[in-house]
């Protein structure tokens, strides 16, 4: 099956430092990413949803200048989180599709936690 | 927008025995219905999904069905072992759109 690399898996950074996300659709074309956050023990919480050469659509109190999405290839989508604070502390996953098909294809999660 | 309920949160059953998942969506126009399992620290990996045009599909032991007319859909997996042992998320998806909306997730165990 399709395969979406996510780096990194874990990252610790300090309170009002940015840190980027990358993730990378290795043998697919992924018109379409998205990017989740999931806090323990709960559901996938849609973020924003990026397509290839636009602005991403941010869902409904999603601040977008807190998390800058790029989607500049159609292989890579990157989150940075700017000016971290611990409650950004969480696992972020992101998930890519192809043009016309409906299956989404996670990465395997970036645990952040911010000090 | 969509909403999608799942029920139950947690769910145990006997290692041979049968588990049913279920979800409800809101959205009529709703026409795409995956089920993901997650593995402590993992990725969600897609399962099994069914589109509004059919009403049940199988592969193996994991089967889901579809009632259009109800708006709900359902994860069966027969002659369970431990390592379904998981937390299974329903999703649906309307029809033109690129999202999938996530239930709120089941926390499988399966006892030995």
């Known amino acids: 099956g399709a395969v979406v690399s996510q780096h990194p898996s874990w990252v610790i950074c300090k309170s009002g430092t940015s840190v980027k996300i990358e993730c990378r659709s290795l043998?697919?074309?992924?018109?379409?990413m998205f990017w989740y956050r999931q806090f323990p023990k709960q559901s996938l919480m849609l973020m924003a949803t990026?397509?290839?050469?636009?602005?991403?659509?941010?869902e409904q109190g999603v601040e977008k200048d807190k998390f800058l999405i790029n989607h500049a290839s159609l292989t890579l989508s990157t989150l940075t989180v700017t000016s971290a604070h611990p409650e950004d502390s969480s696992f972020y996953i992101c998930?890519?599709?192809?043009?016309?098909?409906?299956?989404?294809?996670f990465g395997a999660g970036t645990r952040l936690s911010v000090l | 927008g969509e909403n999608v309920e799942q029920h139950p949160s947690t769910l145990s059953v006997q290692e041979g025995d049968s588990a049913v998942i279920k979800c409800t969506y809101s959205?009529?126009?709703?026409?795409?219905f995956p089920w993901y399992k997650q593995e402590l620290g993992k990725r969600p990996q897609l399962i099994i999904d069914?589109?509004?045009?059919?009403g049940e599909k199988k592969d193996q032991r994991i089967a889901v069905t579809l009632n259009k007319t109800a708006k709900h859909f359902s994860l069966h997996i027969t002659e369970t072992q431990p390592e379904d042992s998981a937390v299974y998320f329903c999703?649906?998806?309307?029809?033109?759109?690129?999202?999938?909306?996530f239930g709120q997730g089941t926390r499988l165990t399966i006892n030995p």
């Open positions: 998930s890519a599709r192809e043009r016309g098909q409906n299956i989404q294809y």
């Open positions: 043998d697919f074309q992924a018109t379409t």
């Open positions: 990026s397509n290839e050469g636009s602005k991403a659509t941010y």
């Open positions: 959205d009529s126009a709703s026409n795409y």
């Open positions: 069914i589109r509004s045009n059919v």
């Open positions: 999703a649906a998806s309307r029809r033109g759109a690129q999202k999938l909306v």
